[in-house]
């Protein structure tokens, strides 16, 4: 064997030992069990569901992370109503009963919710734990004092979701994000017990300071040492120290140290190459590790400047975000994985680089898939205060829970590398109330006296100078949502300060449908509080429809670029959601203002995107092609690294066109003939792209492809396959809307389906779907056997499509 393909070898065994010590010391001590499987749920109020001895044999089996609205109908009378998805809600009991090994005794037991929507009490073996009314925020409870070690023991939750409206968008219902067991030794680190800060950063070096909590539930003292490490991303230890004073001895409290380390040539974290490190904490007594604790690392700096806007690792950029709500579609609110990641890989393909979390702390899952694949989060925290939006938010637990849950959202989320910026509020409605100058203040002490690494930003929709919140002085950067006719005059109304687009755009698509002509601007509703009717509940995909309050992509985005200073945005939204289907109300349910709809379909808009935020190639042209003879038709085309496009009908050429000053797409104005729609794009007389849309025929049958054809066998992976409906020579049918039927065998179940259609009443969970302008979904859930499964989809007078996936 060659030298090198030797040394190339030894080094990877290296890592591999090296990471499989590593598993191994995160075993030590502490011990972190998935909770999710093997509960019981009941719909609906139950007496003494708390209670060990119920007998919930007849209850529904299922596994979490759940939501039980999603499995609801469709009804304008849902309490929720239209703006909240109107799914129902209502009243949910989860049961476990499991046992802890007698080993476990002299150790501290500990359950861990990400999430419960909302309202929930925790008993165990009938003795109450607590009460949490925020429904997205993170909580842990003890249950050492209650255990029957080595003998059953039932874990109880009651989930209360019926008192509504209490959102402004679709929420879900239950324990919709995961549950873990936690098992740590008596002195052992604290919860969120690690805060990790880069004081100094450069290419050549950093400094890494960690601050650790240790809590000794012994009942005496105990002398320990605390160890850290700091290990790169192939396993190699950079750099390690620890806090070994002669005599460290607690008794029933918690000990705080501070740990400064430093690191040679870092790899700086950066949206393109979000390079982690991993920082293990070791607590050892006698020689013995008693606690093993590991924290997320990445290294970067970065800057808001008052003139120059945001800089990261000393690198101008601005930030190009979006909003999002916490639902996956056809999924619900529960939460998935795989599902968030694919949501992720089709923001960053359009260029995107920031996440709001709108308009409450996210799942832990979405902050690590951020971490990993490289973007800027805006963690958000409320989207009230005491002042009410619905008649049952928020508001009516702030005064006493506002404190605890700010608190645990920081801890939970402060060692995120993605995370830079923490926002106190989303249009606060004591925007102009003089309440505002005292509880924004208090709110900006809370984050700080836990962090202050990150600025506070509140997203302002009524950002003149009367506004309290601004005036209160508590908040870094002044956060605006619309009014980008406002943003260049922002230094003359808040010299000095630094700006930050917290919300953007709201325009209005339905992906696949088009109206002329696409040249005006139309306003629906005309104001947010006038209700707004047209027959098909469509809004046309040429981003020509805004809300009164919003503006079009086009014409933010060109202000948006024009001005260093204007540091970032978050379009709303990235994806459409469900709820608030604006201009509508019923029949539609879901949103219209996503760059990608509810399915994952990208609306065209989405190319225009990505013509302005990537280094691809990009030619995107619409509409289709199938039209009434005659009709005029506008063909728009998207473009980039080209300074002109051509476009043939049928291979007469209908013109060169260019972009001229600010534009950012060209038109055509075409009489509709069927055949082929061809653009060619040219960089100095050098084609660079050729696109074409075909007059498509009659449906004549289904194509399936699957973003994975290869899934984990762990019953949470997914497999999304998209069904195309194709004429006879593989050209998609642009309003085929055909009734498909899926079935599938093997290791895995259909999870849900969808089209991305706003006005579509069906459940998502069942095993067919119309297709929405010739496209719709099924969600493949694996199950937890490795295996071969066969998907099958079929309809009334189509060819039928296979897919074979395989679950390891």
């Known amino acids: 064997m060659p030298p090198l393909k030797l040394s190339l070898l030894k080094h990877g065994l290296l890592c591999m030992v090296m990471l499989t010590c590593l598993n191994t010391l995160a075993q030590q001590g502490r011990q972190t069990i998935d909770f999710d499987k093997g509960w019981r749920f009941n719909l609906g109020a139950v007496t003494d569901g708390q209670l060990p001895g119920l007998n919930d044999a007849g209850w529904r089996s299922l596994n979490l992370p759940h939501d039980w609205s999603i499995e609801g109908k469709f009804s304008k009378d849902n309490p929720a109503t239209p703006e909240g998805g109107a799914?129902?809600?209502?009243?949910?009991?989860?049961?476990?009963?499991?046992?802890?090994?007698?080993?476990s005794k002299n150790k501290l037991v500990y359950i861990d919710f990400d999430g419960v929507y909302q309202k929930s009490d925790v008993w165990i073996n009938g003795h109450h734990l607590g009460f949490r009314p925020n429904g997205y925020i993170s909580f842990r409870y003890e249950l050492t004092p209650y255990l029957n070690f080595g003998g059953k023991n039932v874990i109880a939750v009651k989930v209360d979701n019926s008192v509504q409206p209490n959102s402004r968008w679709y929420s879900g219902s239950g324990i919709?994000?995961?549950?873990?067991l936690v098992t740590t030794n008596k002195v052992a680190i604290d919860h969120w017990g690690t805060y990790i800060t880069t004081p100094e950063v450069s290419d050549a070096s950093a400094s890494v300071n960690i601050k650790v909590k240790v809590k000794n539930r012994a009942g005496k003292k105990e002398v320990f040492t605390i160890k850290t490490s700091v290990y790169d991303a192939t396993g190699k230890v950079v750099s390690a120290g620890g806090f070994i004073p002669s005599k460290t001895e607690l008794e029933d409290t918690v000990f705080e140290t501070s740990i400064n380390l430093g690191i040679k040539d870092p790899h700086l974290w950066s949206v393109k190459q979000p390079y982690l490190y991993k920082v293990v904490t070791q607590v050892i007594s006698e020689k013995t590790i008693v606690d093993t604790y590991t924290t997320p690392l990445g290294i970067r700096y970065f800057n808001f400047d008052v003139d120059k806007g945001f800089s990261l690792n000393g690198k101008p950029m601005k930030i190009l975000g979006v909003c999002d709500h916490h639902d996956l579609g056809s999924l619900g609110a529960a939460i998935n994985t795989r599902a968030l990641e694919r949501q992720l890989q089709i923001l960053k393909?359009?260029?995107?680089?920031?996440?709001?979390?709108?308009?409450?702390?996210?799942?832990?899952?979405?902050?690590?898939?951020?971490?990993?694949?490289?973007?800027?989060?805006?963690?958000?925290?409320?989207?009230?205060?005491?002042?009410?939006?619905?008649?049952?938010?928020?508001?009516?637990?702030?005064?006493?829970?506002?404190?605890?849950?700010?608190?645990?959202?920081?801890?939970?989320?402060?060692?995120?590398?993605?995370?830079?910026?923490?926002?106190?509020g989303n249009e606060i409605p004591q925007q102009h109330d003089t309440s505002a100058l005292r509880i924004a203040p208090e709110l900006t002490r809370i984050v700080h006296s836990l962090d202050k690494t990150r600025p506070i930003t509140a997203a302002n929709n009524n950002p003149d100078t009367s506004n309290k919140i601004i005036k209160s002085g508590a908040i870094d950067l002044v956060g605006y949502n619309y009014h980008e006719g406002e943003y260049a005059k922002f230094h003359d109304r808040y010299p000095g300060k630094k700006f930050i687009a917290t919300e953007t755009t709201s325009g209005l698509e339905t992906r696949g449908y088009y109206e002329m002509p696409s040249d005006s601007i139309r306003i629906w509703p005309e104001r947010w509080d006038k209700p707004f009717t047209r027959p098909g509940n469509n809004v046309s995909a040429y981003?020509?429809?805004?809300?009164?309050?919003?503006?079009?992509?086009?014409?933010?985005?060109?202000?948006?670029?024009?001005?260093?200073?204007?540091?970032?945005?978050?379009?709303?939204?990235?994806?459409?959601?469900?709820?608030?289907?604006?201009p509508y109300s019923w029949p539609s349910r879901s949103s219209y203002f996503g760059i990608v709809d509810l399915a994952g379909f990208p609306k065209d808009v989405y190319?225009?995107?990505?013509?302005?935020?990537?280094?691809?190639?990009v030619l995107h042209i619409f509409p289709h092609w199938n039209w009434e003879p005659g009709k005029t038709v506008d063909v728009w085309a998207y473009y980039n690294h080209a300074d002109e496009v051509e476009l043939f009908l049928n291979g007469k050429s209908l013109g060169i066109k260019k972009k001229t000053g600010d534009d950012l797409h060209i038109m055509w104005r075409v009489k509709f003939e069927p055949g082929i729609l061809k653009a060619i794009s040219r960089k100095d007389g050098k084609v660079v792209l050729t696109k074409e849309i075909h007059t498509a025929g009659a449906p004549a049958k289904?194509?399936?492809?699957?973003?994975?054809?290869?899934?984990?066998?762990?019953?949470?992976d997914l497999s999304f396959i998209t069904v195309k409906i194709l004429d006879k020579d593989g050209y998609i049918v642009p309003n085929a809307d055909n009734l498909v039927n899926?079935?599938?065998?093997?290791?895995?179940?259909?999870?849900?389906?969808?089209?991305?259609?706003?006005?579509?009443?069906?459940?998502?969970?069942?095993?067919?779907?119309?297709?929405?302008?010739?496209?719709?979904?099924?969600?493949?859930?694996?199950?937890?056997?490795?295996?071969?499964?066969?998907?099958?989809?079929?309809?009334?007078?189509?060819?039928?499509?296979?897919v074979v996936l395989t679950t390891k």
């Open 87 to 103: 799914l129902p809600g209502g009243i949910g009991w989860y049961r476990k009963t499991f046992t802890v090994p007698v080993s």
């Open 176 to 180: 919709y994000r995961n549950v873990w």
């Open 349 to 424: 393909a359009m260029g995107c680089n920031g996440i709001r979390t709108s308009h409450n702390p996210p799942a832990p899952e979405l902050l690590d898939l951020c971490d990993k694949m490289g973007f800027i989060v805006m963690d958000e925290a409320f989207d009230c205060w005491d002042w009410k939006k619905e008649k049952y938010d928020y508001h009516l637990f702030f005064k006493e829970w506002h404190k605890r849950d700010l608190e645990d959202q920081i801890l939970r989320d402060r060692n995120h590398p993605s995370v830079m910026i923490w926002s106190i």
């Open 543 to 582: 981003d020509n429809v805004r809300p009164p309050w919003g503006s079009t992509h086009e014409a933010t985005w060109k202000v948006m670029k024009k001005y260093d200073f204007l540091s970032g945005m978050f379009i709303w939204t990235g994806f459409d959601y469900l709820g608030e289907p604006t």
């Open 607 to 617: 190319y225009m995107y990505q013509s302005e935020w990537t280094d691809k190639p």
């Open 702 to 716: 289904i194509e399936l492809s699957a973003d994975r054809k290869s899934i984990a066998a762990d019953g949470k």
């Open 742 to 802: 899926f079935k599938i065998n093997g290791e895995a179940f259909i999870a849900s389906v969808d089209n991305g259609d706003p006005v579509s009443h069906d459940s998502f969970k069942v095993n067919y779907r119309k297709a929405f302008h010739g496209l719709a979904l099924a969600i493949v859930q694996a199950k937890e056997k490795a295996g071969v499964i066969n998907f099958t989809a079929t309809s009334n007078g189509l060819q039928s499509a296979s």
